[in-house]
């Protein structure tokens, strides 16, 4: 028999009994719209994250002290670190040092608190920071210890009424002590700024200022961090280790520093994704066989209906082959319809998800093939039994049945 | 040609056998009107499933058309079903999701036939049987007479050697009967070889052998004299 009419026979035969296929096909349209919606959210949020990740580059680490050991003074950071780090290691193309500090920010009308991360001219280089307006720190503000500050664009809106305060002057200090610092940029405070209302009024003013000038008026800053980039991304693992090693000769110490990457933090991310996958594909897996089961039983009862059809079909030429080619083309049509609707409610339903968390669904043809894929496999597996006992039917008995 | 010899058939229907048939010799020509008659038990539908290769004897042998047929596999079977055997059934036994030119492109379908040779042979079939009217109709659409005849061009559409019918005026009234007849009669006389089982005599008369049946042997085999013709 033509593979084609088998699936005009499966049609014809799923439109008469329209509501009982729509209940057996139930499972696999539940399985495949939530692994559509899952999958496809899930990759929105890696697509999000990862652009995240290479805005800021990966072939940067950071160093810390450890915080499991106990850390005296003579260990802390230190801006000759940076230095010799600079100098001492050919593979490193930028470092920067990394303080910071919570204080206060004011104009003449308004005060506001402040974040100040006290750095140097490198920083620019290794964080994914955007001047918008007027320069980054340079080599002299560092050296001198100049009273510069740059401010986020919000802030500036919040502090002059306009985003352009270059040029401007403003009060930072802690509680008791202030100083006055000149505003020489403007940097985008990307969309932190942006959610509004009530959240807006507790984030603080983001403040770049050198790492020299940080220290004469905040006598307890510390370096919390050392920021590094190196020329390639398979310099990482190297540069890490001889960065530690340095900086444990420089302060006589062992076993006080740890460092990151994101390499480490993109694996970690990927990791938990596998997870994640894993156990939406156990959530489908079981959702698929309950659905098969439901095909399963129906095809079941359909062959019991239908044992005159077979013997009838039998009679006039009917191989085995065609009467099992039949049914498993029912079980396999039923089986993909269902998949059919679970991707387009997948779909459905991954957009309308989508932006109440802020995700933008990634659908690609790989998930939607492998869905289809899935599909044919359940009918397959679950509508192989019941086409063989159909095929195996003796026509005579077949014939004689009520 | 059907040649059946010593023919037997062994029902077990759990501890007790039953002897459908005994010991049948048969032979039908090509071309031939044969009625097979006799009380109910006396073997004559398990002989039809036989000689239609829908069964398949205990011991002897069957001959068609000069071929054994006891050692085939199922699907050879339905092979020869497909393109030597014409089946009339007395429930008609058309499918009821079908329409009649859908019922009458069954077998060619299973014979692998395009498409379109199928709808013109379908529609010639149903032109010899008188039904090319009410073609697009489903079963339940059609009277019973109307629905045998939808049954008689499926089992004539692939040519076959033999027309098998059994108890084909069964379910019909007198004047549906009739026309059957004489669709069996043409059929007949345009040389397509008839055996058909009943149990009504003056149906019986329409053949031009009757071959009686009872406990499962052949108790008589004779010309009919005054045969119905039309």
């Keep these: 028999m033509y593979i084609w009419e088998a699936v005009k026979v499966a049609i014809d035969s799923i439109l008469s009994n329209k509501l009982r296929a729509f209940l057996t096909m139930l499972g696999i349209i539940i399985g495949i719209a939530s692994v559509i919606t899952i999958v496809s959210l899930g990759a929105g949020g890696q697509k999000a994250i990862l652009g995240e990740f290479e805005k800021i580059g990966v072939n940067v680490f950071s160093i810390k002290t450890r915080n499991d050991v106990e850390i005296r003074d003579s260990d802390r950071l230190t801006i000759r670190d940076v230095e010799m780090i600079r100098k001492r290691l050919s593979s490193v193309k930028y470092a920067a040092p990394i303080a910071e500090k919570m204080g206060l920010a004011k104009t003449d009308k308004v005060t506001k608190r402040a974040l100040f991360i006290a750095t140097d001219f490198d920083y620019g280089n290794v964080s994914n920071l955007k001047v918008i307006y007027g320069r980054f720190l340079n080599e002299k503000d560092i050296l001198l210890g100049r009273n510069v500050i740059l401010i986020d664009k919000e802030s500036a809106k919040e502090l ?36 509004g209302g009530s959240i807006a009024d507790q984030i603080p003013v983001i403040a770049a200022i050198p790492i020299t000038y940080a220290q004469k008026i905040f006598p307890d800053v510390n370096i919390s961090q050392i920021y590094v980039m190196t020329y390639n991304q398979n310099q990482l693992d190297e540069t890490s280790s001889q960065a530690v090693r340095l900086i444990e000769s420089l302060h ?37 066989l309950v659905g098969g089961i439901g095909i399963m039983n129906i095809m079941l009862v359909s062959v019991t209906e239908r044992t005159r059809e077979i013997g009838i079909r039998k009679a006039i030429g009917a191989r085995q082959k065609d009467i099992l080619t039949q049914f498993l083309i029912e079980a396999v049509t039923i089986s993909l319809i269902g998949g059919a609707i679970g991707v387009f409610l997948g779909y459905i339903l991954a957009n309308i998800v989508g932006p109440f968390i802020d995700i933008t669904p990634v659908f690609s043809i790989n998930t939607i093939l492998i869905a289809f894929l899935f599909s044919t496999a ?25 | 040609m059907i040649e059946l010899s010593k023919v037997k058939k062994v029902y077990n229907l759990g501890k007790t056998q039953v002897d459908a048939l005994k010991d049948v010799s048969l032979k039908i020509d090509k071309g031939e009107y044969v009625a097979i008659v006799g009380p109910s038990g006396s073997g004559k539908s398990t002989l039809m499933n036989i000689i239609g290769l829908l069964d398949k004897p205990t011991s002897g042998s069957y001959k068609l058309n000069g071929t054994e047929v006891s050692t085939l596999s199922d699907d050879q079977l339905a092979y020869l079903r497909n393109r030597q055997i014409g089946f009339v059934f007395q429930s008609f036994n058309l499918l009821s999701k079908l329409n009649a030119l859908a019922n009458v492109e069954l ?17 010639r079939a149903l032109e ?58 043409q059929l007949n006389e345009s040389g397509t070889t008839i055996v058909m089982v009943t149990h009504e005599q003056d149906i019986a008369n329409h053949a031009k052998r009757i071959v009686r049946l009872r406990d499962g042997n052949i108790i008589q085999d004779t010309l009919v004299p005054n045969r119905i013709t039309y």
């Design chain 1, 160 to 195: 002059f009424g306009y985003e352009d305060c270059v040029g401007k002057s403003i009060k930072i200090g802690s509680y008791s002590s202030f100083d006055t610092a000149k505003i020489i940029g403007v940097i985008d405070s990307g969309n932190l700024k942006s959610l």
């Design chain 1, 252 to 288: 006589h110490n062992k076993d006080k520093y740890k460092t990151e990457n994101l390499i480490s933090f993109l694996e970690e991310f990927n990791r938990i994704l596998g997870i994640f996958t894993a156990v939406i594909g156990a959530i489908a897996g079981i959702s698929l």
């Design chain 1, 378 to 402: 359940v009918g397959i597996f679950f509508g192989i039994y019941p086409a063989q006992k159909a095929a195996k039917l003796d026509p005579i008995v077949a014939l004689r049945y009520e």
């Design chain 2, 107 to 123: 077998p060619m379908l299973y014979a692998k036939i395009p498409s379109k040779e199928r709808r013109q042979r379908a529609l």
């Design chain 2, 128 to 185: 010899i049987v008188g039904l090319s009217e009410r073609i697009h109709h489903k079963p339940n659409e059609l009277s019973g007479g109307q629905q045998q005849r939808v049954a008689i061009a499926r089992a004539i559409v692939m040519n076959p050697s033999f027309l098998l019918a059994d108890e084909p005026t069964g379910n019909l009234d007198t004047a549906s009967s009739v026309e059957i007849m004489k669709i069996f009669y």
